[in-house]
T-cell receptor, first 115, second 113 residues
Framework: EAGVVQSPRYKIIEKKQPVAFWCNPI?????LYWYRQNLGQGPELLIR????????DSQLPKDRFSAERLKGVDSTLKIQPAELGDSAVYLC?????????????FGPGTRLLVL | GNSVTQMEGPVTLSEEAFLTINCTYT??????LFWYVQYPGEGLQLLLK?????DKGSNKGFEATYRKETTSFHLEKGSVQVSDSAVYFC????????????FGEGTQLTVNP
């Protein structure tokens, strides 16, 4: 079974530029998560989708971040414009039903460096 | 709010040594507790979990017991190997927070031959 796929794996951009990250979850997983992991810290949730619906986006900085999950499968996370403080690893995870006791399966992440 | 505190790292051990990584949490009710591991260059993967008090999660020789009275979920392994070198994250999830995982800061473990 294929795992969670993310691309690109690495991205270097200059501040004020836009950037987008793509995630393909495990087949059949209805719940998709985007987390941000700053250096030396644990991941923090940005947004959670149940199928196409964003059900928890309370931690998403909506002035510059946006996300979509068209057709309830793949998802894209966008930052526009990027700031120096956005340098981090962006992790995508998926789960079958999104219950709070379920295992979340993580992708390898996209490491973003903003110069 | 919910929070997870892990012992400060990094931790360096010799092969076959005993490992303990402490994890305590702050949350009301009965959260589910998890240990995730991140090997170099790879994504986070679940190591073990426990969903109710006194449950013991185990996998690959690692164990952790959900202690409600001490709000702890310490990770242990009797004999570590070089291949166990990784970053270990303790995390919790609560019904009232959806399925959001709240992570600790992670503990870097290095095992020397």
């Amino acid at each position: 079974e294929a795992g969670v796929v993310q691309s690109p794996r690495y991205k270097i951009i200059e501040k004020k530029q836009p950037v987008a990250f793509w995630c393909n979850p495990i087949s059949g997983h209805n719940t998709l998560y985007w987390y941000r992991q700053n250096l030396g810290q644990g991941p923090e949730l940005l947004i959670r989708y149940e199928n196409e619906e964003a059900v928890d986006d309370s931690q998403l900085p909506k002035d510059r971040f946006s996300a979509e999950r068209l057709k309830g499968v793949d998802s894209t996370l966008k930052i526009q414009p990027a700031e120096l403080g956005d340098s981090a690893v962006y992790l995508c995870a998926s789960a079958t039903g999104g219950s709070w006791w379920e295992t979340q399966y993580f992708g390898p992440g996209t490491r973003l460096l903003v110069l | 709010g919910n929070s997870v505190t892990q012992m400060e790292g990094p931790v360096t051990l010799s092969e076959e040594a005993f490992l303990t990584i402490n994890c305590t949490y702050t949350a009301t009710g009965y959260p589910s507790l998890f240990w995730y591991v991140q090997y170099p260059g790879e994504g986070l993967q679940l190591l073990l979990k426990a969903t109710k008090a006194d449950d013991k999660g185990s996998n690959k020789g690692f164990e952790a017991t959900y202690r409600k009275e001490t709000t702890s979920f310490h990770l242990e392994k009797g004999s570590v190997q070089v291949s166990d070198s990784a970053v270990y994250f303790c995390a919790l999830s609560k019904e009232t927070s959806g399925s959001r995982l709240t992570f600790g800061e992670g503990t870097q473990l290095t095992v020397n031959p």
